[in-house]
Each structure stands twice: as C-alpha cells, then as structure tokens.
C-alpha cells in the first residue's frame, strides 16, 4: 500500500491527502463533566431546643433552679459551654447527630468544678446527679453547716448561710445586687431555707467586714457585689469537725 501524505483542513475541519480523497474525521472531544453544585446547608437550632416547657433532652424544664429554663444543671453546662478548639461552637452542637445513622449517640459526662473546693468531679446525666453541685458529701456539709448552738435570731453565725450568699453573688459575675434581689434569689434557688432581705443585708455586711463583699452606691439603694471569684469557698471559711450533723 502506497504511503499517504494527510493534510488536515481547518476550514472544514477534516483530513485530506494530497490526491484529492476526503477523509472524514473529527477531532476527540473530552465528554462534559456533570457536576452537581454543592449546597451550603446550615444546621439551624435543633427542634427539640424549640419544644415550649421541655428542655432539649426532652424532660420538662424547671429542674435547675439557676436557670429554669433547663431541667438540670448538666444540661445547662452541655448546651452552653464552648467546646474546645471552637470559638461558639458548644458541646451540645459538636455532640448532636454524631452517633450511628446520625441519630444522638449517650450523653457524656462533663468536668465540672465543686462548689465548696473547686476540685474537678464529673457530671452525670443520670437524675441522682445531673444537679450535683459538691463533689462528695463531706463538702456538702461543710458548705451547709452551721455553728454549735446558734439560734433563730443570731442566724448569721452559720456558714452555711454565708456561703449561700457567696454563691448568688458570684453567680452574677457583672451585675450588683440589691438585698431584695439576693433574697428573692436564695429563696428560688435553695428551697430547703428562706431569707428575707433584712437578713441578706446582714450577712452582706459580715462579709464586707472580712472583704469578700464590697457595696456600689445606686442614688438610694444599696447593691453587692463580690470582690472574689476564683478563691474556693473552703479557703474562704475553712473547715471544722462535724458533730451532730451540724
């Protein structure tokens, strides 16, 4: 077979020899990718957040005194602490949907900081200590206890009612509060005692004498603030020997 010489023409684009024979033959084309836009979908607040008189575990709301809004206070810290590594991101959000065919997978448990001592503890979902605020029982009552042989109208003695009043105070980190307010506070939070404002008054001047409380002048009224946040209470009162549960 003689050897062929092919000319390609650009006009028609086709191949042609020399002789004058037409071959027909059109350049490859690569075939059209089919590609599917992404679709940026943002994760909206979870339906169960949305539940009026429920909390987002799906047990009514009302269980953590603090904050009523929340049925305990692991639920609380688990939707409002920032995970890390994230700037808003919370635990609740890093944790929803990550189990089996996305559906929740068991609640963990958190590292949280006792009321009394400041020692880590963790913290369960289970309903025997979703609320816990001491890491065991022996700082429960030291933070609760009260002097040997004090009375009704000498209450101020007692320490568990000066940690009471540290513990509202320090709760409200930047807003001053008036001694009707800490009452009614106490009253809501600590449903096994009672306070009236006169004895919130009383109890912050105790612990303005040992500067722990300072007062901020409001034209007429009178509010409290604490002057320290980090200090554990147990450094605070100490510790001393119970007798008789008391």
Same mark, same amino acid.
């Given at each position: 077979?003689? %050897?062929?010489?092919? #000319?390609?023409?650009?006009?028609?684009?086709?191949? %042609?020899?020399?002789?004058?024979? *037409?071959?027909?033959?059109? +350049? /490859?084309?690569? +075939?059209? %990718?089919?590609? =599917?836009?992404?679709?940026? #979908?943002?994760?909206?607040?979870?339906?169960?957040?949305k539940i009026a008189g429920y909390c987002s575990c799906g047990r009514p709301e009302g269980g953590y005194r603090q904050e009523?809004?929340?049925?305990?206070?692991?639920?609380? &810290?688990?939707?409002?602490?920032?995970?890390?590594?994230? /700037?808003q991101k919370t635990l609740y959000e890093c944790w929803r949907g990550t189990g089996k065919y996305s559906y929740n997978p +068991?609640?963990?448990? &958190?590292?949280?900081?006792?009321?009394?001592?400041?020692?880590?503890?963790?913290?369960?979902?289970?309903?025997?200590?979703?609320?816990?605020?001491?890491?065991?029982?022996?700082?429960?009552?030291?933070?609760?206890?009260?002097?040997?042989?004090?009375?009704?109208?000498? !209450?101020?003695?007692?320490?568990?009612? $000066?940690? $009471?009043?540290?513990?509202?105070?320090?709760?409200?980190?930047?807003? +001053?509060?008036?001694?009707?307010? *800490?009452?009614?506070?106490?009253?809501?939070?600590?449903?096994?005692?009672?306070?009236?404002?006169?004895?919130?008054?009383? &109890?912050?001047?105790? &612990?303005?004498? =040992?500067?722990?409380?300072?007062?901020?002048?409001?034209?007429?009224?009178?509010?409290?603030?604490?002057?320290?946040?980090?200090?554990?209470?147990?450094?605070?009162? !100490?510790?001393?020997?119970?007798?008789?549960?008391?």
């Open positions: 077979m003689a %050897e062929q010489n092919w #000319v390609f023409n650009a006009e028609d684009n086709k191949w %042609e020899d020399k002789g004058g024979e *037409i071959v027909v033959q059109t +350049p /490859k084309r690569r +075939p059209r %990718e089919v590609t =599917k836009t992404k679709r940026n #979908v943002k994760r909206g607040k979870d339906a169960q957040q009523p809004a929340y049925c305990s206070r692991y639920c609380y &810290l688990f939707e409002n602490t920032v995970a890390e590594g994230y /700037k +068991p609640y963990p448990k &958190l590292t949280v900081q006792c009321a009394w001592c400041n020692e880590d503890f963790q913290l369960g979902r289970s309903q025997s200590d979703d609320n816990k605020a001491y890491c065991s029982n022996h700082c429960m009552r030291q933070a609760t206890r009260s002097a040997i042989g004090t009375s009704a109208r000498v !209450g101020s003695k007692k320490i568990g009612d $000066r940690v $009471r009043i540290m513990r509202i105070l320090r709760w409200f980190k930047d807003r +001053p509060l008036t001694s009707k307010e *800490i009452s009614e506070y106490w009253n809501e939070w600590f449903k096994n005692t009672s306070c009236s404002y006169h004895k919130a008054a009383n &109890l912050c001047k105790i &612990l303005a004498a =040992k500067g722990m409380v300072r007062y901020v002048e409001d034209g007429r009224r009178r509010t409290y603030v604490a002057t320290d946040f980090t200090t554990p209470l147990k450094d605070l009162f !100490g510790e001393e020997e119970i007798i008789n549960n008391r």
